[in-house]
């Protein structure tokens, strides 16, 4: 055949890569209407856009810093102790909140009726009212309403709990902070939880009955057999819940915890930088999102069936 | 042929960006000649922009009484309030065409910097750097202040001092906030700030005894403390760490439209130096003193240089009373604040207020 060769616009190949090119084509320009706006606006106002600002002084004060801050430091080390705070409070309750949802998502598919129905509640008031009313529900109703430093309430002899937050034997934690904890932790844990009783649920039962007939008791059973083969199914969600957790980190601002968010906030309203503050912010959420994804998706591999 | 529909379909929206992009990109670079000159003066005019719309856009808190707070029968009022109420009386003869925005600290500068708002009324503080980086321009004091400490008084806290190793709830943004770091590293005493972003949250941290103290201008413990749940069992240290002039701004850029803001505040301040008020503005018209038919436009045409009407100070007398009236009726002895005129008041009286000529 002397024509096999087809025209080119009726080549499939050929639209792909055009429809990519005018996608790239339409990005490229909105982000030049959007900067040149931008742009303009500020020279309006005679504001220069740039990072110097970072290297200024910061001074003004935090809470809580894990490494040596102070006023006379840098909004760079001041955004740096907002990240250490952010991914404090991120790496406890993405442990926390684990125990919780595994624990309440097995607990509502217990023979039990009172167990069951227990994490029931638990699930749906959680689930079903918004994390920031959850919040401030810790702070005021919950942490400020603790007796004074003096007469803390002593739990088992070695928590001590008051006014200024949860004293463990060898440090303290801030009322903000436990607030921040405590909320996130139940928050997700509840949507963990139902994300954990599907994945087991998709377990055939058939698997129950095969594990059974081994002679595994019920718990050994859920441990060896369905379990892992129920992980399978929980991963990739629970991947979503961990960033959403990570992400809601930044309602910390509601209740004075000083996150990155805060710090951010603060230093914006302090220098007027909003496009170079947020366009900060932007960065860091998106870095941490995307490692969480990364570190997950390696899980997941591992965990999901290798054929072979 | 369903692909070059497609692309038939495509193509005139491309070109209209295209071009739409190439016309931004002009008027991106007229306003600056290339090179390093400074913004040349802008082409908008705010005052157009709101005659147009037929109301003021004013950025208020809404949170603080005595300054700006929405009461129960959902109406504003405040100094600040009454600051936004003169403009509109002097825009439009009506000091009711305002159009209220309740702004935290966080978001007042950024609703000034893009537009949201005309004009930012807001017990803010007038700084340096406010004035330049943040791209502010400020209009006169219109009220004095300075940053304190409010304890309870069952503290035994009497002093700065005192509050060693205290937790302090801060509102977050403010100036407070870093006066606060500064007197204190000054002094070496460390503190623990608990810092809130909402005003409301800070007071209701410190009502429920998280903090020891709660630091913020003078004039907004006062007029909060009258809404705490005990305001009796609390005090407010002598100790003033900073000075606190609260100023009205507008976004820089728009010299005609800050100048208008600029003398309506100063006309507050000329009524009471010239004893003209509400009550008896009337009266006034027909007098022969050349400042006071300069001052209410009988006479020349200072009104107009500013864009404005040549009664413009007259309109804003007759509905909102000259600045003794405003202060009287949001902070003066029949309020609950009842804050003592201080340095608040005129000059001739021994306090900080005066007005330039107007001629």
């Known amino acids: 055949m002397t024509n096999s060769k087809p025209l080119i616009w009726r080549d499939v190949r050929f639209w792909r890569i055009v429809l990519q090119l005018v996608a790239v084509f339409l990005a490229v320009i909105v982000v030049v209407i959007l900067w040149g706006n931008l742009q303009r606006n500020l020279q309006q106002l005679g504001i220069q856009f740039g990072f110097d600002f970072l290297k200024q002084q910061a001074s003004f004060d935090i809470g809580e810093a894990l490494i040596n801050y102070k006023p006379t430091d840098t909004y760079s080390h001041a955004l740096w102790v907002g990240l250490i705070n952010s991914l404090r409070v991120a790496v406890a309750g993405i442990f926390l909140t684990t125990i919780v949802g595994v624990g309440a998502g097995i607990a509502r598919l217990s023979d039990n009726w009172l167990v069951r129905n227990i994490t029931m509640v638990y699930v749906e008031i959680f689930r079903n009212t918004p994390l920031l009313l959850q919040l401030l529900f810790w702070y005021f109703a919950v942490f400020l309403s603790f007796p004074k430093t003096e007469n803390k309430i002593s739990l088992w002899g070695f928590i001590g709990v008051s006014q200024n937050g949860l ?105 007027g930088k909003a496009v170079e503050v947020i366009l900060l912010i932007m960065l860091t959420y998106l870095t941490l999102s995307l490692t969480i994804s990364v570190v997950m998706n390696l899980f997941n591999r591992s965990v999901q069936i290798k054929e072979r | 042929m369903r692909k070059s529909a497609l692309i038939l379909a495509i193509a005139p929206l491309v070109f209209a960006i295209a071009s739409c992009s190439g016309d931004s990109g002009q008027t991106a670079n007229t306003p600056g000649t290339p090179g390093s000159s400074p913004a040349a003066p802008a082409t908008r005019n705010r005052w157009d922009s709101i005659k147009s719309r037929g109301q003021l856009s004013c950025g208020v808190s809404g949170e603080v009484p005595g300054f700006s707070f929405v009461g129960t029968d959902g109406k504003y ?142 004039s907004a413990l006062v007029s909060r403390g009258t809404i705490l749940p ?44 010239l004893g003209i008020n509400s009550q008896n503005v009337g009266q006034f018209a027909a007098s022969n003193d050349p400042d006071i038919k300069r001052f209410l436009g009988t006479e020349g045409n200072l009104g107009e240089g500013l864009g404005l009407t040549n009664d413009f100070a007259a309109r804003i007398i007759k509905h909102v009373g000259n600045y003794a009236e405003v202060y009287d009726r949001n902070l003066g002895p029949k309020t609950k604040l009842n804050l003592a005129r201080g340095q608040n008041q005129l000059w001739s009286k021994g306090g900080l207020l005066y007005s330039p000529p107007f001629r």
């Open chain 1, 167 to 271: 004293e463990l034997p060898w440090f303290t934690l801030s009322p903000e902070f436990s607030a921040l904890l405590l909320g996130l932790t139940f928050y997700t844990g509840a949507f963990i939880a139902e994300i954990v009783r599907g994945g087991i649920q998709s377990v055939p039962k058939g698997q129950w009955e095969a594990a059974r007939s081994l002679g595994l008791k019920p718990g050994l059973a859920m441990r060896l057999v369905i379990f892992p083969q129920a992980l399978r199914v929980i991963i990739p969600p629970l991947t979503s819940q961990y960033l959403n957790l990570t992400k809601n980190t930044s309602l910390a601002i509601a209740i004075g915890y000083p996150d990155i968010y805060f710090v951010a906030s603060t230093t914006f309203n302090q220098t």
């Open chain 2, 77 to 218: 009022s405040g100094i600040d309030v009454d600051i936004c109420r003169a403009i509109a009386a002097a825009l439009f003869d009506n000091p009711d065409a305002v159009e209220f925005r309740n702004l935290n600290s966080k978001e007042r500068f950024t609703a000034l910097q893009t537009g949201e708002v005309d004009v930012l009324s807001r017990n803010t503080t007038w700084t340096l750097s406010r004035d330049t980086s943040v791209g502010l321009e400020f209009a006169p004091v219109v009220f004095y202040d300075g940053q304190a400490i409010m304890v309870r008084k069952n503290s035994n806290i009497k002093s700065l001092a005192d509050l060693k190793g205290k937790a302090i709830c801060v509102q977050t943004g403010t100036t407070t906030e870093q006066n606060l770091a500064d007197q204190m590293r000054k002094r070496s005493i460390t503190y623990k700030p608990v810092v809130f972003e909402d005003v409301n949250v800070t007071f209701a941290t410190y009502a429920e005894g998280r903090c020891d103290g709660i630091t913020a201008d003078r």
């Open chain 2, 230 to 273: 005990k305001p009796e069992d609390n005090v407010i240290l002598d100790e003033v760490i900073s000075s606190e002039p609260l100023a009205p701004a507008v976004a820089k850029g728009d010299a005609r439209w800050g100048d208008a803001v600029k003398w309506v505040v100063y006309s507050l301040v000329k009524a009471e130096e």
